[in-house]
Each structure stands twice: as C-alpha cells, then as structure tokens.
C-alpha cells in the first residue's frame, strides 16, 4: 500500500545562493542522511556543478516535498497529501525568502508545479521543456526565473541524456548572473502582399544565406517561410496567389545559399508543388539535421532540440503550438481543420529562425572540428 514516510528531510544550502535546485522528493538515502540530492543521484549532481566551477555546497538544494513516497519513491503517491502542501508552503517561503537568480526544475513535477508546464498530463513533458527558460507560476513567486531539466536519478537509469542535462546545467548556471528572462527578438513578416511583398522579397535577396522550412497539409503546402537571420524571418501563406509564389520562386533561385532541416522532404515536396528543384538544388548548401548526425551522433536531431541548446537568448519551447495535431510535434504536416493559419505561420517563422542560429553555430564547430566532420558532412550532402 502506498504510504508517505515520517522522517523530514529539510531544504539545504547557503541563504544568499544565487541557484536554487528543486527535486520531487527524498530517496532512501536522502531520508537517511536527511539531506537532499544524496545517493547515487547526488553524486552525479556534484559531479556535474563541479565541471561548471560551481561547488554543492554553494547551491541551494531544495524539494518540493520533505517526506519520501512508498513505494519505490514515486511521487504520484504524494499528490494531494498535506505533505506535499507543507512542503510547497516551506518551497515557497524558501524562494520568497532568498530570492534565488534562477530555479532549476528538475524532473517532471518541479516543471509542473513551478511553470503549470506539462505534456499530455501533470507530471510530463520534462524531454520537451527542458532548457526554457520560463517565469515562476507557484503562488507568491511569479515571475522568477526556472529553467527545467532532467532529475540526476533519471540520468543514472538512462545514461545517454548525460549530455543533455550537462548543457542544461551548464546553461542554468550560466543564467544565475542574471534575473532576467530574455526573450529573443522576433521580426516576423506574416503573409506580405502588394508593397509589402516587394520590399520584403528584395529585402531577403540582400541575405548572405537563407533558411528555409515548410508546412504542409498532408502532401500540399500550407506555407513557406526564409530566414535571413535569427530574428528576421518571412512566411509566405497566400501560394495561390501568382506574386507570392512567383517571390518564393525568386527566392529559391537567386543563388544565395539555402539551409534546411531535414531538406530531403522540403525538397521533396516542393518539386511536387512545382517548385522546380532542380533548377536550384545547387543552392541547397546546409542541413542542420545531417550537421548535427554529423556532430553528435548519440544526441537528438529535432528542430526543438536543437533550439533548446543552440538559441540565444533561449528560445522557449515552442512546439507544444501543435496542440491538437496528431503525431511527432516536430512533423511539418498540419490539420487545417484544427489549426489556424496565422499560428502555424508565426511557428514557421520560429522554425526557420531556430534553423538559421543552429546553422549558424554548427557551421562554426564543424569549420573549427576534426576533418572528418567536414568530410562526413559534405559526404552526406552530396547524396
């Protein structure tokens, strides 16, 4: 049966610490040592601030409940237990009392009850949050700063997100110095027609590269949207219209060098839309998910991950604007009964942004990396 243990393990660490750390709740070692973020787990936690200059004992190390869940301390066990509700109440009072730089959230239930984010259900969703930076939701701290990830004992069973939460704490720290949440800067142009249009069009053909995406509705294009730099971005809605289409045209076939992410379907379907990609295929010089294979072949290859590691000012998790959708939220096809077209198109734009910054870095580590980086990317680019 489940049942929540007597033994209070307290909130830990310096009143002036800039970083706040928040877990589920006690383990069996930490109920023990009566301690937080101890065991197995804590010892991959220390490791990982060590790497970053930054000492345990410098942080502030905290739960959102004080008493351990029986069994196999699953926290669901915890839901709606006066428990829970003091150690929120002391979580609270803790932030409110040392006003802490930033709040790393770490698992599925710190986001939930910091941020109000989830997944499907309270209690998930970690995997796609992770790396935002978002504003506090719990009563008394709106606003301060969280930013969630992995919970050290997640990566102790699945060790492959090790580098994941290693960039995550790395970019938490790094976020201490300052309070402020900062947001990137977005100059999207939405659907132009008439005068607006031209401007745009010859705007974006001044571009020393640009980044392109689609969105579909099953095989037909919804939109098209350029990039031509990580804040300037166009999507072209109206494609039955002759001077929209024909300025998606000039883009395309202007010369200037064109970046995907995963081309190899944009491509595919743009030819099938009449696009000619043949005639400009040559121009196609940039994948960010063949840069990425290329680079980190044990780490994700989606859009929103590599916005979650690559944009600055971090870019929040943006996909979840796909509610409703069936499938991958990383899918570029649509339901336009469920969507409107102004949503999707602003996603587009943060598509073929979130591509621009990420190229932008990747072509970087790839120039200043081993060679065969190189050698394997433009091997991979010619097929």
């Avoid at 804590?42 to 008493?67: D, P």
């Avoid at 009072?93 to 959230?105: C, E, F, L, M, Q």
């Avoid at 701290?141 to 492959?160: A, L, Q």
């Avoid at 400009?280 to 840069?291: G, L, R």
Wanted: proline share 6%; charged share 25%.
């Amino acid at each position: 049966m489940p049942k929540i243990g007597d033994t209070y393990v307290p909130n830990i660490g310096p009143e002036d610490s800039k970083l706040l750390l928040v877990g589920e709740a006690p383990g069996g070692q930490e109920e023990i040592d009566q301690e937080p973020f101890v065991g197995d787990a804590g010892e991959k936690l220390t490791k990982v601030l060590g790497r970053n200059a930054i000492s345990r004992s410098q942080v502030r190390l905290c739960n959102l409940s004080n008493y351990r869940p029986f069994p196999n301390n699953e926290f669901v066990h915890l839901l709606d237990t006066p428990q829970l509700e003091r150690g929120l109440v002391n979580l609270r009072d803790s932030i409110r009392k040392h006003k802490p730089t930033v709040i790393g959230a770490m698992g599925n239930w710190p986001l939930y009850y910091l941020t109000g984010k989830q997944g499907k259900s309270p209690g998930t969703g970690i995997t796609n949050w992770r790396g935002s930076a978002l504003p506090c939701t719990l009563e008394g701290c709106e606003g301060v700063k969280v930013i969630p990830t992995f919970h050290p004992s997640y990566i102790n069973r699945d060790r492959k997100k090790y580098p994941i939460f290693d960039m995550d704490m790395k970019f938490i720290i790094e976020e201490s110095e300052f309070p402020e949440i900062k947001q990137p800067e977005e100059n999207f142009i939405i659907d132009p027609q008439g005068d607006l249009l031209e401007i745009t069009t010859k705007n974006f053909l001044n571009a020393d590269y640009l980044d392109v995406d689609i969105e579909t509705y099953g095989m037909d294009i919804a939109c098209i949207g350029f990039a031509a730099s990580k804040s300037d971005a166009v999507c072209f809605g109206s494609l039955g219209s002759s001077s929209v289409r024909g300025a998606v045209t000039r883009l395309l076939h202007s010369g200037i060098p064109l970046s995907f992410h995963f081309g190899t379907f944009d491509t595919t379907v743009l030819d099938l839309n009449g696009y000619e990609v043949d005639n400009w295929i040559q121009n196609y010089k940039w994948d960010t998910h063949t840069a990425q294979h290329v680079m980190w072949l044990e780490l994700p290859r989606s859009l929103a991950f590599l916005n979650s590691v690559y944009s600055h000012p971090r870019r929040p998790y943006y996909k979840h604007e796909r509610k409703g959708e069936a499938g991958d939220a990383d899918s570029k096809s649509w339901n336009p009964k469920m969507t409107k077209k102004h949503t999707l198109m602003v996603y587009n734009c943060r598509d073929v942004c979130s591509t621009q910054e990420s190229r932008v870095i990747q072509q970087e580590k790839i120039e200043n990396g081993p060679e065969s980086w190189t050698r394997f990317f433009e091997f991979e680019m010619e097929q």
